[in-house]
């Protein structure tokens, strides 16, 4: 899937849960210097130059309440330019946050609950997105990011079956089957990698019972049989007709 269509998913289900704009300038933790230039990071013309504008303002205000605003943009931002590592470095700071702080200033922009989680979510799917197409094996920190992705792709999951449950698919039959098939599509990529942290750390049993979900996406898939089977073959309790099946 494109990073084109992985935007525009996320803006149709945004529209869906009905996501205000941030709040104007109020009552608030900010004042209208650092305001003004959280608005300067909104006007840029094109993903490279907002994302200039964004590290402008990180770095004269690395601890506004505004980044509850800013590090989404930066996410988007980034994951239009393929610049993977900054996505996931955007959605680290943004997850860093306080959360009782993050919700106050979503409300005060009228956001409810379901849009403050829908938020979280599109930021932990652009993280899993990002993971996926970036991860290299050999790095020193490979370890502890397969890790923190796994944790946040099942943070992930867990939004997104909450979230799917209360959005009613579109009527029109041309949009419901775009939205079912991105439905499919973030779902299979948290299991993918749970699939991968789990094998990483030898946990065979939860390796596949991923890949088993995996392969129900795509039953033809070659790798993912491939990788079930070894799993089977190698689980606390090994299942060798299925195994071998799988493998063969």
Do not use: C
């Not at 989404?72 to 860093?96: M, N, T």
């Not at 993971?131 to 050999?138: D, H, K, P, T, Y």
């Amino acid at each position: 899937m494109s990073g084109r269509r992985i935007l525009l998913g996320l803006l149709g289900l945004s529209v869906l849960l009905g996501n205000a704009g941030p709040a104007q300038a109020q009552r608030s933790p900010y004042g209208v210097e650092e305001y003004n230039a959280y608005v300067d990071t909104t006007r840029a013309q094109n993903p490279s130059e907002q994302l200039q504008t964004i590290e402008a303002f990180l770095k004269k205000y690395p601890q506004s309440v505004l980044r509850a605003f800013v590090y989404p943009s930066q996410a988007q931002a980034a994951f239009r330019l393929q610049q993977h590592a900054k996505v996931i470095e955007a959605v680290d700071g943004f997850l860093a946050m306080d959360r009782a702080q993050v919700t106050s200033l979503y409300k005060q922009s009228q956001y409810n609950d379901t849009q403050i989680d829908g938020s979280y979510y599109q930021m932990l799917v652009l993280y899993t997105f990002s993971f996926l197409q970036s991860f290299r094996n050999g790095t020193p920190e490979a370890d502890v990011l397969a890790a923190r992705a796994a944790e946040r792709a099942q943070q992930a999951l867990e939004l997104h079956q909450q979230l799917y449950s209360q959005v009613p698919p579109p009527a029109d039959p041309a949009q419901r089957k775009q939205f079912e098939e991105q439905k499919a599509q973030q779902e299979a990529s948290f299991h993918k990698v749970l699939a991968f942290g789990a094998w990483r750390k030898k946990d065979y049993d939860t390796a596949a019972r991923e890949y088993a979900i995996l392969l129900g996406h795509t039953p033809d898939d070659a790798w993912i049989n491939y990788q079930l089977g070894l799993a089977s073959l190698q689980k606390s309790s090994p299942e060798y007709r299925p195994g071998f099946w799988h493998v063969a």
